[in-house]
């Protein structure tokens, strides 16, 4: 490898092990975010599902007092029913009494399905809960991963500054600016390899004749297509 070539392969190392460093950087932090975020959804409908058994349950509260109220009413009509003096009246009556037997029955079913749903809705709980506390503790594993690395980063990304300006003193003075644009442009990747057929493995194009001809020959050409410096691998 000529010492152009040399030089910006060495560079490139260095920034590319910046430009991982920085997306990481970027993605764990996002990453640990999105954990919160479904830990946060999953305890919301774990929530959800014990609102649900509270409000079933409630509801069969209410109307077992419905029914000790019609069973209390019932009791006093047929109390009442025994001081009457005429068969019409002593009738009605009866209707009377029939008609809140027939709502203490009605109450009587809504109370076993109200039942019904307590139990599916308290059922439906622990697996939730479960599946919520799964996801936080995950969360909290993401945000200290996301913490640790992004700590460990900063740390490295300061010995790199250190091997970038002692590197790129070793780049010839005319490539670097240009090795800097092209860096920046692509995401960190300012150079490419060669192959022996003249394809550029940044970009997968063919390289002109002349451009590989002297890509492989050593000297510092970049990519008719991407624009990357031409280095042989
Ligand atoms: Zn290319």
Not at 141 to 170: D, M, P
Request: glycine share 4%.
């Amino acid at each position: 490898m000529s010492v152009a070539h040399e030089s910006l392969a060495a560079l490139q190392t260095v920034d590319t092990e910046i430009a991982s460093l920085k997306r990481t950087a970027k993605q764990l932090p996002e990453e640990a975010q999105a954990a919160k975020r479904s830990a946060e959804a999953a305890e919301r409908e774990a929530e959800q599902a014990r609102t649900l058994a509270r409000d079933a349950q409630r509801f069969v509260d209410q109307r077992n007092l419905d029914l000790q109220t019609t069973e209390t009413a019932i009791k006093r009509l047929e109390a009442q029913s025994l001081q009457l003096k005429t068969p019409t009246d002593f009738e009605t009556m009866q209707r009377q009494i029939v008609q809140k037997r027939e709502e203490a029955s009605a109450l009587e079913t809504k109370i076993l399905e109200g039942m019904d749903m307590v139990d599916r809705a308290r059922a439906a709980i622990p697996d939730k809960e479960a599946h919520a506390r799964t996801l936080a503790t995950k969360a909290a594993a993401a945000a200290e991963r996301a913490k640790t690395e992004v700590e460990k980063g900063v740390e490295r990304l300061r010995v790199l500054a250190r091997e970038w300006a002692e590197r790129s003193a070793q780049v010839p003075a005319d490539l670097l600016p240009r090795y800097v644009l092209l860096r920046d442009r692509h995401g960190g990747q300012a150079v490419a390899t060669i192959a022996p057929d003249g394809m550029c493995q940044g970009c997968f194009m063919l390289v002109t004749r002349a451009r590989a001809t002297q890509a492989l020959a050593g000297e510092a050409v970049a990519c008719n297509n991407c624009e990357r410096y031409l280095i042989v691998a």
